[in-house]
């Protein structure tokens, strides 16, 4: 079965400052991939997407994610931080044999003046 | 505002109650999702439709738990004899036909069993 993990439950970035948001999968293939962002009362907005391709893919609000299929890892980066960044982050993970997600337990992240 | 809408936003039930949400999905999105979060936890699949037919059902659906799109369109979620394990977020999404993967989500309904 496929699963999902992100190393940090919390993470704490100054504005201005770069992000960098670990997620690691567990699949037998190469899955397809996504990130996505809960801010509070909201509800999940898809960030961005890895059907195939190219490995360095661009989001929306700045973000971009690197799928490395050596590290199986797809981790989710933006070069400067705003204040109205700060939400919860999920990754997820989509079996290509089915239509269903399977998501990580989330990055919160807090964006300090 | 066009995106998924659920109803109601929050609900609090007292155990052994019945329940029932509605999500309203994107108009033309023919597969519609059913999620659970808990605290500190991503979303949990429960069940998905395409158009009227439900074509998967996580082992977290007890048989307390039944869902139904009967048109195609609307979809509702009832849980029967709430037990307090059931408090969750319970999430809503949709996708349009042929991109299986591109699922909107609606905000959600927080219930709460006591």
């Known amino acids: 079965a496929q699963s999902v993990t992100q190393p940090d439950i919390h993470i704490t970035v100054s504005e201005g400052a770069s992000l960098e948001l670990r997620c690691n999968y567990s699949y037998g293939a190469t899955p397809y991939l996504f990130w996505y962002v809960q801010s509070p009362g909201q509800g999940l907005q898809l960030l961005l997407k890895?059907?195939?391709?190219?490995?360095l893919v661009q989001g929306i609000k700045g973000f971009e994610a690197e799928f490395k299929r050596s590290q199986s890892s797809f981790n989710l980066r933006k070069p400067s931080v705003h204040w109205s960044d700060a939400a919860e982050y999920f990754c997820a993970v989509g079996d290509p044999g089915y239509s269903t997600l399977t998501f990580g337990k989330g990055t919160m992240l807090l964006v300090s003046p | 505002d066009t995106g998924v809408s659920q109803d109601p936003r929050h609900k609090i039930t007292k155990r052994g109650q019945n329940v029932t949400f509605r999500c309203d999905p994107i108009?033309?999105?023919?597969?519609l999702y059913w999620y659970r979060q808990t605290l500190g936890q991503g979303p949990e699949f429960l069940t998905y439709f395409q158009n009227e037919a439900q074509l998967e059902k996580s082992r977290l659906l007890s048989d307390r738990f039944s869902a139904e799109r009967p048109k195609g369109s609307f979809s509702t979620l009832e849980i029967q004899r709430t037990e307090q394990g059931d408090s969750a977020m319970y999430l809503c999404a949709s996708s349009p036909p042929g991109l299986a993967y591109e699922q909107y989500f609606g905000p959600g309904t927080r219930l709460t069993v006591t």
């Open positions: 890895y059907f195939s391709g190219d490995t």
């Open positions: 108009s033309e999105h023919n597969r």
